[in-house]
């Protein structure tokens, strides 16, 4: 069984906020996968369904980004799902807007949600799929990441949206390291 897992803020205020883009991958891949994350559970929302005859998950932890790691742990544990078999995407200020990379494991970077999830499973050893939203020169970061994308920035998150959703397909049909291979 995989878990993908999307983070982000819930609630109306934050929708298409660039601390999001984990959702919006997650949202747009079930609507590929023609699933609904409608299941409330586990401190998130989520779904699980077969692909090619193997469960999957997908979940957008409910707790606030700083707390992703009590949804995570919480949904791992009770369907027995390995570290190996996780897979988080979230937004990273280091890499211009809409930019892929593809990690096995890592640091949390500063990075608040990660920072949960590595501590709630005592292990920084998860595939990772992180978005870029870049930096802003002269924006408090909490005001950055919880602002929402220019006109100008659109086509290339919406590529890097369509890009990692891709990543994600072809990570539910290849191994980690082709599609590393393929998006990095």
Known sequence: MRLIVGLG??????????HNCGFMVVDKLAEKLNVNIDQNKFKGLYVKFKYHNEDVVLLKPQTYMNL??????????FFKIEKEDLLVIYDDL?????????????SAGGHNGIKNIIA??????????????DRHKYMKV???VLS???????????????????????????????IMNRYN
Do not use: C, W
Request: glycine fraction near 8%; charged fraction near 30%.
């Open 148 to 178: 929402r994308f220019t006109k100008e920035e659109a086509d290339a998150i919406n590529q890097g949206i369509e890009n990692a959703v891709s990543a994600v397909i072809d990570y539910l049909d290849h191994d980690f390291d082709y």
């Open 94 to 106: 280091d890499m211009p807007v809409g930019k892929l990379r593809l990690r096995k494991t890592g």
């Open 9 to 18: 803020n819930p609630g109306k205020e934050y929708v298409g906020t660039r």
């Open 142 to 144: 909490v005001d950055y």
């Open 120 to 133: 709630h499973l005592n292990s920084q050893d998860f595939k990772r799929i992180r978005v870029g939203i």
């Open 68 to 77: 992703s790691g009590e949804s995570v742990s919480t949904l791992m544990k």
